[in-house]
């Protein structure tokens, strides 16, 4: 069974950075594509950045573009997020997800819509002004 935890989180000043992981235990995860995700009280959901299986292709939301940059690891089965200039608007509890080996078209359509098949639990950011 796939567990993802992720870690990294914090309080922090605006301007300044995060890296976020997400370790996976359970299984290699090489296959699949990696998502970052974030929730705020009151709203839903949102998608922040995904990456893909082997070719690392990449996808951001309008909001983070610039600022934030996602990766991974396949031989530390873990992904990252790295956020620069961070914003009091990036105050969220970050969730990484993964999806299951599908064409990368596919996989974005899963990631904007919650088609995850296995989530973390989160971790807070607290970005003040």
């Known amino acids: 069974q796939v567990q993802l935890v992720e870690s990294g989180g914090g309080a922090v000043q605006a301007g300044e950075s995060l890296r976020l992981s997400c370790a996976a235990s359970g299984r290699p995860l090489n296959a699949y594509s990696w998502g970052w995700f974030r929730q705020t009280p009151g709203k839903e959901r949102e998608f922040v950045a995904a990456i893909s299986d082997r070719d690392s292709l990449t996808r951001y939301a309008d909001s983070v573009k610039g600022r934030f940059a996602v990766s991974r690891d396949n031989t530390k089965n873990t992904a990252y997020l790295q956020m620069n200039a961070l914003k009091p608007e990036d105050t969220a509890v970050y969730s990484c997800?993964?999806?299951?080996?599908?064409?990368?078209?596919?996989?974005?359509?899963?990631?904007?819509?919650?088609?995850?098949?296995?989530w973390g639990k989160g971790t807070l950011v607290n970005v003040s002004s």
């Open positions: 997800g993964v999806v299951s080996p599908s064409p990368w078209i596919s996989t974005v359509e899963a990631m904007c819509t919650g088609g995850i098949d296995v």
